[in-house]
């Protein structure tokens, strides 16, 4: 009954808006077998499918309309164009990923007629034609329930992954973007680094996004498997991910450190990825990152040797870097450079200026290993107590940014460690704005 009504219910919709702008109509709703006709995967795929009709008609669209009902979702568009021309950019939008399948675009012209496809439409089972397949009931409900359940899912794996690199990608583009930075490469000067620029940083963060890509469709892939065994699947994908870094900046590092803890990060949005809840909160998010790498930490430190820098590291003063801060699930980032960022920008500061206190906060906070490579312990000092009195300061000027870099400079000190950890700060600050905003819609 509820189902009938509702039918009944968009006809009197459909005369009404045909009568108010004398306008061919789009009414569209979702191709759902079963009793349940609206879920949060439902919703998210009907809500694509209203973003491409935006997209594809977009100024000529004089009403849109959209409701949410047990009976399933639907969507009136009243387009000032021909019905010809909007019936194809239906069947354009039905018809050009296997999502638009479950759509049902019907347009009716401004005399109220409805216009047909040219050709029938396929049955998502067996590609034979779908009228047949429904008159005869060829198909049992879970068949087609679980047909249409894996359309929708593996679209918005695809679209989620590339989500997710892209939020990397920009993520990475911000840290270097943020200006000025002590040491660090930036939009004012290449800091303590003469081999490298904002442009070599911007390559190398174009030239990882697909490696991002990969370890999210990893976790997702490996999610029932132990977190170890998706660590060591990526593992190897980092490997490769440095090559690919190292070919698109002619040699230099840029994001060795990044390409390990925000590999990690992204596998773990795989492994926590749903349809229904996406975008995991950064208190479980960060437990799954430790989760996937503390088996591999204890034993690298087990079998530890002074070949590489993080070893001497270790063996000299027990600091394990960023793999230490990745097995205890980025507790800087989570506790001290969200928060102050957090605060910074509910306080009126910009992304930018926001960013900067919380680097100043970082590196007050960590044992940068990049700067004990530089520097020694000395120079670890030196920077955690310049950051320390500056940000004991009333305000912070732009010019003790300033001063600071030309006295990193000086000493030839880079923050590479915190500067990750920023990168690492803007992802989960966006990735909770983007949760957010999912969860109120």
């Known amino acids: 009954?509820?189902?009938?009504?509702?039918?009944?219910?968009?006809?009197?919709?459909?005369?009404?808006?045909?009568?108010?702008?004398?306008?061919?109509?789009?009414?569209?709703?979702?191709?759902?077998?079963g009793p349940v006709k609206i879920s949060r995967g439902i919703k998210?795929?009907?809500?694509?499918?209203?973003?491409?009709?935006?997209?594809?008609?977009?100024?000529?669209?004089?009403?849109?309309?959209?409701e949410y009902l047990k009976s399933g979702p639907v969507a009136y568009f009243s387009v000032n164009s021909s019905a010809s021309f909007i019936k194809k950019v239906c069947i354009n939008i039905e018809d050009s990923c296997p999502l638009g399948?479950?759509?049902d675009m019907d347009v009716i012209d401004a005399q109220g007629n409805k216009l047909e496809r040219p050709f029938q439409r396929r049955c998502i089972i067996c590609n034979k034609e779908g009228r047949s397949c429904a008159a005869g009931?060829?198909?049992s409900v879970m068949e087609l329930q679980k047909v249409t359940n894996n359309i929708i899912e593996n679209h918005f794996i695809e679209a989620d992954c590339l989500y997710f690199s892209n939020l990397c990608k920009e993520s990475l583009i911000d840290e270097v973007y943020t200006t000025p930075k002590p040491g660090l490469v930036d939009r004012l000067n290449n800091g303590s680094h003469t081999d490298m620029n904002v442009d070599t940083f911007i390559k190398s963060a174009n030239a990882l996004q697909s490696y991002f890509k990969e370890c999210v469709k990893t976790g997702i892939e490996t999610k029932n498997e132990s977190p170890d065994h998706t660590f060591q699947i990526l593992r190897?994908?980092?490997?490769?991910?440095?090559?690919?870094?190292?070919?698109?900046?002619?040699?230099?590092?840029?994001?060795?450190?990044?390409?390990?803890?925000?590999?990690i990060i992204s596998g773990a949005i795989g492994r926590l990825w749903t349809l229904e809840n996406p975008f995991p909160d950064t208190e479980t998010l960060l437990r799954e990152s430790s989760l996937m790498v503390k088996e591999s930490v204890r034993k690298d430190f087990t079998n530890i040797n002074s070949s590489t820098a993080g070893g001497r590291l270790y063996l000299s003063n027990g600091e394990m870097g960023v793999r230490g801060e990745a097995s205890l699930g980025f507790p800087t980032v989570a506790n001290i450079a969200?928060?102050?960022?957090?605060?910074?920008?509910?306080?009126?500061?910009?992304?930018?200026?926001?960013?900067?206190?919380a680097l100043l906060h970082l590196i007050a906070s960590i044992?940068?290993?990049?700067?004990?490579?530089r520097g020694g312990e000395k120079g670890v000092e030196y920077a955690q107590k310049y950051a320390s009195e500056l940000l004991s300061h009333e305000y912070i000027t732009t010019e003790d940014i300033v001063l600071m870099d030309k006295a990193f400079i000086?000493?030839?000190?880079?923050?590479?460690?915190?500067?990750d950890l920023l990168a690492i700060m803007y992802f989960l600050s966006e990735l909770e704005s983007k949760r957010t905003s999912y969860n109120k819609e």
């Open 1 to 33: 009954m509820e189902l009938l009504d509702a039918r009944e219910k968009r006809v009197r919709n459909q005369k009404k808006l045909l009568k108010e702008f004398s306008s061919p109509l789009i009414c569209f709703t979702m191709n759902i077998a």
């Open 44 to 66: 998210r795929a009907f809500d694509y499918g209203v973003a491409e009709l935006d997209r594809m008609l977009y100024g000529q669209i004089l009403f849109k309309k959209t």
């Open 101 to 103: 399948r479950l759509f």
């Open 137 to 139: 009931r060829l198909h």
């Open 236 to 263: 190897k994908l980092g490997l490769l991910a440095e090559k690919e870094m190292y070919l698109a900046t002619d040699g230099v590092n840029t994001h060795k450190g990044i390409i390990y803890s925000l590999g």
């Open 338 to 357: 969200l928060p102050v960022y957090k605060k910074a920008v509910m306080n009126g500061k910009n992304k930018n200026d926001a960013g900067i206190e």
């Open 367 to 373: 044992y940068d290993s990049a700067l004990y490579n």
């Open 410 to 419: 000086e000493r030839n000190l880079s923050p590479g460690g915190s500067a």
